[in-house]
């Protein structure tokens, strides 16, 4: 399996602009979380999914930020309107979760810089 | 708030040596897991101790777990450069989320 695909891997775009993030899960993983992760509060979750649905988007920072999972093999989170704030790099997980006892694989990241 | 926090937060050691960094947590638990993230890289699991079980060894890995302090420890024996990265704890609540702690950032020093 190739892990969890993220892009792009990094991201430049001016304040104001729409940003849009991309993650393909692990095939069988049933679970999905995003994460974002700065010098100054470490790594965050941001929302998670369980079979597609959205079950905890309590750390959504602000109604700028939304996050869809139209089908098992894909994810997005998008930013809009973006600002510099939103500078971090943003983590895409998943995992096969049946109760207890599971772990997360993590996806290579996706470096935001917001200018 | 379940968030484990690392202790030390850098830790700088000669390869060879062994490192040890701790994490303590806040509420109950049934499992805590340690991930290991390299620069610029996403996280990756290490090693898992269930809360029945009071210590763990993978290879050069060693995990401590003591509920009754709300603690664990990780220790990397006989360290190389290759583990230079930050450590992380974490601990599952009863749902599905995980609460990540503030990382300890390791050096070994060739």
């Known amino acids: 399996d190739a892990g969890v695909i993220q892009s792009p891997r990094h991201e430049v775009t001016e304040m104001g602009q729409e940003v849009t993030l991309r993650c393909k899960p692990i095939s069988g993983h049933n679970s999905l979380f995003w994460y974002r992760q700065t010098m100054m509060r470490g790594l965050e979750l941001l929302i998670y999914f369980n079979n597609n649905v959205p079950i905890d988007d309590s750390g959504m920072p602000e109604d700028r930020f939304s996050a869809k999972m139209p089908n098992a093999s894909f994810s997005t989170l998008k930013i809009q309107p973006s600002e510099p704030r939103d500078s971090a790099v943003y983590f895409c997980?998943?995992?096969?979760?049946?109760?207890?006892?599971?772990?997360?694989?993590f996806g290579p990241g996706t470096r935001l810089t917001v200018t | 708030s379940q968030q484990g926090e690392e202790d030390p937060q850098a830790l700088s050691i000669q390869e060879g040596e062994n490192a040890t960094m701790n994490c303590s947590y806040k509420t109950s638990i049934n499992n805590l897991q340690w991930y290991r993230q390299n620069s610029g890289r996403g996280l990756v699991h290490l090693i898992l101790?269930?809360?029945?079980?009071r210590e763990k060894h993978s290879g050069r890995l060693r995990v401590t777990l003591d509920t009754s302090k709300k603690s664990s420890s990780l220790l990397i024996t006989a360290s190389r450069a290759a583990d230079t990265a930050s450590y992380f704890c974490a601990t599952p609540n009863t749902g599905n989320q995980f609460y990540f702690g503030t990382g300890t950032s390791l050096t070994v020093i060739p």
């Open positions: 997980a998943s995992s096969w979760f049946s109760g207890t006892l599971y772990e997360q694989y």
């Open positions: 101790i269930r809360s029945n079980e």
